[in-house]
């Protein structure tokens, strides 16, 4: 008689013979796909190693070509010197060369964009953190920044001393929500006296900050990301006796990560922009793409992220480490559906 052990592993070596067998034979949809895929990628200036947006989507870029075994010609990556004539270059280069889809690395691609699909019609593009680009071919990858604005809310009117907070937003960005609106709900969700000194960004948002400050905002949430001359003019003017705090943005304020910025840095929003790239190419390989419909009335199609998937969220560093519980709080609140963002 043969032993049980022995019969059990000539069975698996046959089950083995034939799963090999059959990959060999019909390979998966996946794996074909792949070999057939040609896909682009454009990073905006700074391109990888910029500590940024683009690097936060180098993240998902590299899962994938791993995941799907991506060579250079079937995920090509070029970066832009960020002007939007070289940007509409670099689209027209990848989509005369077949390239479809082509995944485009933040909202600066906008004008290019809305140029390059009247002429390539037929080839699909994604653009990450922009919802202002209407076409049936161009999918918007957003995420609810309400949702984590709101929450900033919360963790800014915990925070402050003064009974002030701001909120400046970067009149270039573009977002399905109101952050304003969101920012300030949430903090009068949890403090309802307090006072919010809301302002878009203007010529001088530096000069601007300090305005807020002399008018005794000891809070600042801001979602400039051209430089970090805000975040700097903030740490210079916090003293031991009226401390100031700022909430920023991640992955676009690539300065929060500063030593300068640990000293005031109360919270930071983060965007799961890895995530979207990964999701893009994936759909890519897949010959699939995201259509929800995300604003009807000017066309504006794609997917956008929120808490339920994961696709924002707001950090909290040691200095905001005593807030935490108010926040958690907050953010289920908005996950039960009390709270509609």
Known sequence: MTPWGSSLVAKNRALTLVFVLLALLFPSVSSANAAASKIAVIYDIGGRGDGGINDAAALGIDKAKKKFGLGVLALREIATDGTDLDRLLKIRFLASAGYSPILLIGYGFQSSLAVAIDEFPKTEFAIIDNSNVGQLNVECMVFNEAQSSYLAGVLAASASKT?????????????????????????????????????????????????????????????????????????????????????????????????????????????????AAYDVISNGVKNNSFSDILDSENGIFGKEYSFSDGGVDLLIPSLGSSYIPTVLKAEAAIKSGKVKL
Do not use: C, E
């Open 163 to 275: 009974g002030k907070i701001s909120i400046l937003v970067d009149v270039d960005r573009t977002n399905l929500r109101d952050l304003t609106k969101a920012f300030i709900q949430g903090a009068h969700s949890v403090r309802p006296k307090i006072v919010v000194l809301a302002q878009n960004w203007g010529m001088n948002p530096s000069t601007d900050a300090l305005s807020m400050a002399k008018r005794g905002a000891d809070v600042f949430y801001s979602t400039w990301n051209q430089s970090s001359d805000v975040m700097d003019a903030i740490s210079g003017a916090s003293t031991a006796k009226k401390p100031l705090r700022y909430i920023g943005v991640l992955p676009d304020q690539f300065f929060l990560k500063s030593a300068k910025a640990k000293s005031i840095l109360l919270g930071a929003v983060q965007k799961r922009v890895d995530t």
